[in-house]
């Protein structure tokens, strides 16, 4: 029984506010306009060396997400401050929350060293809240994870890029890609030579830029929780930032 679209009595269900239970329905969707725009990229790499493989993947992805039609936007983590060292004002922390909030989906590669992503990726992703008062600046948007290692071919790194992925509410698509030694993928100019390594990068910027423009315009909705509806933005805030840790 209903007492209005899309919220129901919910008589078996005691400790559900009706007013905030909402049933999800197709019609939510039909009813949001679509973007014309070009979709926003925002490309992250976890690399400081002057010869930085994860920089030059990134920036032969941005390549490809330029010609799938993408407008994206690289960040160079030279001169980002250790998380709690600086002030959340220092400029390289700002330019970073600005093109995460300019953002509609990312590109992560880090190195993989010691077995994991390297302190240069996450340090960058550290800096990025889950939220700003009410808005959150990566929540429904979408990522691709790669990396690039100098051994065999591994997949620590982006498995830890995805748990990160999951933990900022992003949308990560399922491809991926890995290059192994890396040091012999690309040429003396720093562009990556024809290989299966190359082309899987294509196939995930291609996945990548086809589930942002799905979801870019329903994020908002797909990400709407019943949970937070009953918090206000400073409770929400107060929780997710743990600023006492």
């Not at 679509?34 to 493989?53: K, V």
């Not at 010691?114 to 929540?139: E, F």
């Not at 990560?172 to 012999?184: D, M, R």
Request: hydrophobic letters at 40%; proline letters at 6%; aromatic letters at 8%.
């Amino acid at each position: 029984m209903m007492t209005k679209a899309g919220v129901s009595k919910l008589p078996d269900l005691p400790n559900i506010d009706p007013a905030l239970f909402a049933k999800p329905s197709n019609t939510h969707f039909e009813a949001v306009a679509t973007s014309t725009h070009a979709p926003h990229i925002l490309l992250l790499y976890g690399s400081l060396r002057e010869r930085s493989f994860s920089r030059l993947l990134t920036f032969e992805a941005q390549r490809l997400l330029n010609a799938f039609g993408a407008e994206t936007r690289v960040f160079n983590p030279e001169g980002l401050p250790l998380p709690d060292g600086h002030p959340e004002h220092h400029p390289k922390v700002q330019e970073l929350r600005d093109l995460a909030t300019w953002s509609e989906g990312m590109v992560w590669t880090s190195p993989e060293r010691h077995g994991a992503m390297t302190g240069i990726m996450k340090m960058q992703i550290d800096w990025i809240p889950l939220s700003i008062g009410s808005v959150r600046p990566t929540q429904g948007k979408t990522l691709a994870v790669m990396e690039v290692s100098g051994g065999s071919q591994s997949f620590n790194a982006v498995n830890q890029l995805r748990i990160l992925g999951r933990w900022m509410r992003m949308i990560t698509i399922p491809n991926q890609s890995s290059v192994a030694k890396a040091f012999l993928e690309f040429d003396e100019a720093g562009r990556m030579k024809p290989s299966s390594y190359y082309e899987r990068v294509v196939d995930v910027m291609e996945e990548l830029v086809k589930f942002t423009l799905l979801t870019r315009d329903v994020s908002r909705y797909l990400v709407d929780r019943y949970s937070e509806r009953r918090e206000t933005a400073e409770e929400l805030s107060k929780r997710v930032n743990l600023k006492s840790i």
